[in-house]
C-alpha cells in the first residue's frame, strides 16, 4: 500500500512540476514581422529561400521564432492588395502556421501615416455620426472575417485619423469619438483582442499623443522607431519606453523598425536608405550590422519596464519586380531576404532567447 502511494504522489508531483514549468515558460514577449506585401510579391512569381532552398516565407519566420505576423488593412483598395479578401486569407495563412495575428487597419483605401490620413472614398460624403457609425459597421466585420490577436486603431496616428473630422489637432474629441467608436465595437464582440494605438516616433511627442488617449479603453502603446527618422541613440529608446508604461501604466512595443543589410540597391527605384551617415555608427549596413541591431532591439525591449515585444517592417518586401523596375521595393536593402531572396542571418534576432 505504501508502495502504491509513493508512485502516485510522484506522478502527482510530476504532474504539478510539468504544469507549473509550462506556466514559466509561456512565451508571451512578441517577435513580429510585418508581412503585408507577400501576397503581391508571391502572385508576380517571387520565391523566398532558406539556405538557398526554395521555403514559404512564413515557414521561415517561424521556424527562425517569429511568432506574430502583422498585416495592414485597407477599406476599398485600387487593386484589392492589403483588402479584407487577402488579408483574410494570410490571416488564416498565419494562423495555420501557428502564429499570432496582428492587425493594423489604417481605416483608408490606401496609406496611412503621419501625413496623410485620407478617409475612404465611400465614407467621404458621410456626416460625422454616420461616420461613427461607419467605424463601427466596418471594425465588426473585421473581427468576425479575421479574428485577430491584436489589432491597431489606426496607422501612425500621431495627428489622428479620418480626416479633416478625425484631426487630432483640430478636432480632438471627434478623433477621440471615432476610436472610441472603434474600442467599444471590439471589446463588445471580441474581449480577448489586445487594442493597440500606434504613434510614430518616440519622446515628448508620444507623451503628448497617449496623454490625449486617456479616456480610450486600449491594451498596447505601439511605437514606430527607425534610425533614420528618430534619432540613433538606442537609449532614448529605452527612457521613452520606460516613460510610456510607468505613465500610462500599458504594455509598449515598437511596432515598426528596421535596418539595412546593405547600402546597395537590386532594382531602380530609390531606397529609403543609402547613406552612411542614415546608420548608427556601431552597427554597419551588413548582415551582421542588421542582425546585431535588431539583437539590440529586442535585448533593451526587456531590459524596460513593461516591454513586450517587437514588429520588423518591410520584412518581405525585396525588389521583386526585377533589377529595371521604377516601381519595385524602396526598401530592398532592409528586408529580412538577400538579394537572391534568401534569408538572412537577422532571423536569429526571431529566437525565444
Keep these: 500500500m505504501k508502495k502504491i502511494y509513493f508512485i502516485l504522489s510522484t506522478i502527482v508531483i510530476l504532474s504539478c512540476s510539468s504544469e507549473n514549468n509550462s506556466e514559466s515558460t509561456q512565451d508571451d514577449f512578441i517577435r513580429g514581422a510585418d508581412m503585408s506585401y507577400l501576397p503581391l510579391i508571391e502572385s508576380e512569381g517571387t520565391f523566398y529561400k532558406h539556405n538557398g532552398i526554395t521555403e514559404n516565407a512564413l515557414t521561415t519566420l517561424k ?44 481605416y483608408s483605401d490606401t496609406w496611412a501615416d503621419p501625413a496623410n490620413q485620407t478617409k475612404p472614398m465611400e465614407w467621404e460624403s458621410l ?12 471594425t465588426t466585420t473585421i473581427i468576425n472575417e479575421i479574428h ?26 471627434q478623433y477621440l469619438q471615432l476610436v472610441q467608436s472603434a474600442t467599444s465595437t ?40 527607425y534610425p533614420v527618422w528618430h534619432g540613433k541613440i538606442l537609449a532614448d529608446v529605452t527612457s521613452t519606453i520606460n516613460s510610456l508604461s510607468q505613465t500610462f501604466n500599458k504594455k509598449v512595443l515598437i511596432a515598426e523598425t528596421a535596418y539595412p543589410f546593405t547600402l546597395d540597391w537590386n532594382d531602380w527605384t530609390n531606397n529609403i536608405i543609402g547613406l552612411n551617415n542614415q546608420l548608427i555608427p556601431s552597427y ?15 535585448a533593451l525591449l526587456k531590459q524596460t519596464t513593461n516591454g513586450i515585444g517587437f514588429c520588423y517592417w518591410g520584412s518581405e518586401w525585396v525588389a521583386f519586380r526585377g533589377i529595371q523596375s521604377t516601381n519595385g521595393s524602396s526598401w530592398e536593402n532592409q528586408a529580412l531576404w538577400d538579394f537572391n531572396t534568401n534569408a538572412l542571418p537577422v532571423m536569429d534576432a526571431f529566437s525565444e532567447n
Design 63 to 106: 521556424n527562425a521564432g517569429c511568432n506574430t505576423i502583422r498585416i495592414r488593412l485597407w477599406k476599398n483598395p485600387s487593386d484589392g492588395h492589403s483588402g479584407l479578401a487577402e488579408v483574410k486569407a494570410l490571416a488564416i495563412r498565419a494562423k495555420n502556421a501557428g502564429m499570432k495575428v496582428w492587425l493594423t487597419v489604417h
Design 127 to 138: 456626416n460625422f455620426n454616420d461616420l461613427k457609425t461607419a467605424v463601427a459597421t466596418y
Design 284 to 298: 554597419p549596413a551588413t548582415s551582421d550590422g542588421q542582425k546585431n541591431y535588431l539583437l539590440a532591439i529586442k
Design 186 to 225: 471590439i471589446r463588445a464582440i471580441s474581449p480577448t483582442t489586445k487594442i493597440m494605438l500606434h504613434y510614430a516616433g518616440i519622446g515628448s511627442g508620444a507623451t503628448w499623443y497617449f496623454n490625449k488617449m486617456s479616456s480610450i479603453d486600449y491594451d498596447y502603446i505601439g511605437i514606430s522607431y
Design 148 to 173: 485577430p490577436d491584436i489589432i491597431q486603431i489606426g496607422n501612425e496616428t500621431n495627428d489622428g485619423m479620418l480626416w479633416p473630422e478625425g484631426k487630432l489637432t483640430t478636432n480632438e474629441s
